[in-house]
């Protein structure tokens, strides 16, 4: 079976991460996680992985939790740290046959493997840290274009119908013989289910599309959730994003 992707699964935790009022998370989170990309200096950006660290464990998010979805992330992170190791022109600090290690191309791809760490590390105390519907309202708050926040909704909305519909799919194919090959017939047989898989995602939207519009949808979220923005909000968020400034003034410093 598939494991669905609940970014959201311990919202219901409390921490003051959790008491955080939305809006003011997204807008201090993705300030940090903008200062963090953008440091020129790699033992600032390592200060910067140690606080998203910081931020995770304050969120108390367990550690498997976020590991199940980093590992996936750090086989693409690594691999740009590799092929900048070896690619990148400099001064050469080791070889291995004909391929030689650049002191400038590891340092280039270790400043953006750590700066994609952090910034994918702190996406968990920032969305995992409340409902995805409470995200979505936030964001149309922040007068994020509507169309956007919609279509933000609804692709998360049917990531699950679309993985359910899909292991139906490959229940019935494998209940009929098939089985996953490197030939021509398997490869033409996977083309053909992705192929069915997309005629019924559109003949599902056109019904979903049709329900909704006759019971009144007009294209805005609405929920339940009403937001108050409290002192100790904004003293995070003063907090956070002081530390985000902080980066970069102590890395022009340095400099």
Same mark, same amino acid.
């Given at each position: ?7 959201? #699964?311990?919202?219901?935790?409390? %921490?003051? &991460? ?14 940090? +996680? ?7 200096? /790699? ?5 910067? /992985? ?8 304050? $969120?108390?998010?367990?550690? @498997? ?11 693409? +992170? ?5 092929? &900048? ?7 050469? +600090?080791?070889?291995?046959?004909? /391929? %030689?290690? $650049? ?6 791809? %270790?400043?953006i493997t750590v700066r994609a760490f952090s910034a994918v590390i702190l996406l968990f105390p920032m969305i995992g ?11 149309? *708050? /922040? ?10 909704m609804f692709t998360y909305r049917y990531i699950f119908v679309f993985v359910a519909e899909f292991q139906r799919i490959?229940?019935?194919?494998? %209940? *009929?013989?098939?089985?996953? #090959? @490197? ?17 019924? $995602?559109?003949?599902?939207?056109? #019904? ?21 923005? *409290?002192?100790?909000?904004? &003293? ?9 400034? $902080? ?9």
């Open positions: 079976m598939i494991e669905y992707p609940e970014i959201d #699964r311990y919202a219901s935790l409390d %921490s003051p &991460l959790h008491r955080f009022d939305p809006r003011v998370k997204i807008i201090a989170f993705l300030f940090l +996680i903008f200062s963090i990309v953008l440091i020129p200096d /790699l033992r600032i950006a390592f200060v910067g /992985l140690f606080f998203a660290v910081f931020m995770l464990v304050l $969120s108390r998010i367990p550690l @498997t939790f976020v590991l199940s979805y980093l590992k996936w992330v750090a086989m693409f +992170i690594l691999s740009f740290l590799v092929i &900048l190791m070896f690619t990148f022109p400099g001064k050469e +600090i080791a070889r291995f046959y004909f /391929l %030689s290690i $650049s002191a400038e191309g590891l340092y280039t791809g %270790s400043l840290t409340m409902k995805f519907d409470t995200t979505i309202k936030a964001l149309d *708050r /922040l007068k994020v274009p509507n169309s956007l926040v919609q279509m933000l490959w229940m019935a194919m494998v %209940s *009929r013989g098939f089985k996953l #090959r @490197t030939t021509i017939y398997a490869l033409r047989t996977i083309g053909k289910a992705l192929g069915m898989l997309f005629v019924r $995602s559109y003949e599902r939207a056109e #019904r979903v599309y049709r329900a909704m519009r006759s019971r009144g949808y007009t294209g805005y979220q609405k929920t339940l959730v009403k937001f108050e923005i *409290r002192m100790k909000d904004y &003293l995070l968020a003063v907090f956070i994003m002081g530390f985000a400034i $902080s980066l970069h003034v102590v890395s022009l410093v340095g400099m």
